[in-house]
């Protein structure tokens, strides 16, 4: 049989987080708010086809442990950039 591998996953994050995590992510927040750093700009003009292939092409890879944290780090904030600009959220 051939074709993808189903692919086991428990999808809800978890909802502990530390303290320094959520520093972490206030200031990751901080940075796509502001808007100017180039990675956070570039991710606001990618289409949703590109948003989506980066973001299950870097799931895949770090399936296989071929995604370096670097690389899902982004991967994350490039979808949280581009959500956050094209879609107004809360604060």
Known sequence: ???PQIVKTNIRPSTAVSPAARQAALALNGLIEIGEDPAVLEARGMAVHQVVVMLLTTAGKFHEGEAS???ILGALMAGAAWIAHHHAYPH
Do not use: D, W
Request: proline share 0%; net charge negative.
């Open 69 to 71: 944290l670097e690389e």
């Open 1 to 3: 049989m051939h074709g």
